[in-house]
């Protein structure tokens, strides 16, 4: 009999939602500051992981800071969970280990960023770490076939923001919503949330798939790179600016999306 955290532990399924609600405010904060500083409004061009010490620099950082991280917390136990429950039924085949195994390398993306803010409240230390994406690219590129490898990663980046772009297309996104009723009362919100999120994650990986393709054909990890270069990337060229801008508050428009999953994430916690 499948194990169930709504029958035993309840307190699970609030501390997921509180995960993902944390995502959803990471994905809000670095679209807007990117958009407005591409706008010339202020703001910061920022990823994910610049939120971290621009929330410690805040008043009131700290405890901000410390937060955000026990959210996050919530985020990885959400994903860590359905690798090992397996609620949505995806199995053991081909396909489904793909995808818990997606389920797994986020879970622990967001963990060491979690990790990252810990540290900073309690070490005070502003040092950002070393990107992951050149890292992972100059470890391929030191194997044999090194480029080919980064080929292959880049091709799985770039099918991974099709499938963004697909399920912007199709709607699919509304799956990860299961509670019929908050679909019904933020009908507009989620369809329009999901489609320019979606769309607007789909633009940024198709870019990060590019970086490590220019990686692979110049054998130089320096070249790859995630959020941070993709914002460099689109911020190029005459209408730099602007592009950046439209990508990156369109991106903000996930994290709406997020907070909306987030509220009606149920008890067997698919989505």
Request: with cysteine; proline share 4%; glycine share 12%.
């Amino acid at each position: 009999m499948r194990f169930r955290f709504h029958h035993e532990t309840p307190w699970v399924l609030y501390y997921c939602r509180i995960g993902i609600a944390s995502l959803s405010a990471l994905y809000l904060l670095t679209g807007s500051l990117t958009a407005l500083s591409a706008m010339g409004l202020g703001g910061k061009r920022v990823d994910q992981q610049d939120v971290i010490p621009f929330l410690f620099k805040l008043p009131l950082g700290r405890i901000t800071l410390f937060i955000m991280a026990l959210g996050m917390g919530g985020y990885v136990l959400w994903r860590l969970t359905q690798v090992w429950t397996d609620p949505a039924g995806f199995g053991a085949g081909p396909k489904g280990l793909c995808i818990r195994a997606g389920y797994l390398i986020s879970g622990l993306l967001y963990a060491s960023m979690a990790g990252y803010a810990l540290r900073m409240v309690w070490e005070d230390r502003s040092r950002k770490p070393m990107h992951g994406a050149p890292l992972v690219a100059a470890a391929l590129l030191d194997q044999p076939h090194g480029p080919d490898l980064v080929r292959v990663l880049a091709l799985i980046i770039f099918i991974v923001g099709m499938v963004q772009f697909f399920r912007a297309f199709t709607e699919r996104f509304r799956r990860q919503i299961p509670d019929k009723n908050i679909n019904r009362r933020f009908d507009r919100l989620i369809r329009w949330s999901g489609r320019i999120g979606f769309t607007a994650r789909g633009v940024v990986l198709v870019v990060i798939a590019r970086l490590f393709q220019a990686a692979a054909n110049h054998a130089n990890a320096r070249e790859a790179g995630g959020m941070g270069k993709a914002w460099d990337f689109l911020g190029k060229g005459p209408w730099g600016h602007e592009t950046l801008a439209m990508v990156a508050a369109c991106l903000a428009f996930y994290g709406v999306f997020l907070g909306v999953k987030a509220w009606g994430l149920g008890p067997d916690l698919k989505g």
